[in-house]
């Protein structure tokens, strides 16, 4: 199956930035759109940005739009999240997966570790 290995993560004060990692595993990164999630203790899992294996496209919602951005590396065969401006409330572990698409698309991987990310003062 489709999979991912997370890294990155860590302990950062608020307005900080952190840059995370996600290997892809024994699949061809390009084919696939690419969506980065987060789940907080207690709360739902939520999706934090998307890019699409057609045209490159990306998507965020309103809570980190402005502060992250996802990236791809075909080369390294690697998507990134770059999270700026780090608030207490993006402390969360954070997963990626692979998806059909990034509008409504199904998630289509395993969900791997996540990488632990922790804003504080």
């Known amino acids: 199956q489709l999979q991912f290995v997370e890294s990155g993560g860590g302990l950062v004060q608020p307005g900080g930035s952190l840059r995370l990692s996600c290997a892809a595993s024994?699949?061809?990164?390009?084919?696939?759109?690419i969506a980065w999630f987060r789940q907080a203790p207690g709360k739902e899992r939520e999706g934090v940005s998307c890019i699409s294996s057609t045209d490159g496209s990306t998507y965020y919602p309103d809570s980190v739009k402005g502060r992250f951005t996802i990236s791809r590396d075909f080369v390294k065969n690697t998507v990134y999240l770059q999270m700026n401006s780090l608030k207490p409330e993006d402390t969360a572990v954070y997963y990626c997966?692979?998806?059909?698409?990034?509008?409504?698309?199904?998630?289509?991987?395993?969900w791997g570790r996540g990488t632990q990310v922790t804003v504080s003062s």
């Open positions: 997966a692979a998806q059909t698409t990034c509008l409504k698309g199904l998630i289509i991987s395993s």
């Open positions: 024994g699949f061809t990164l390009r084919d696939y759109s």
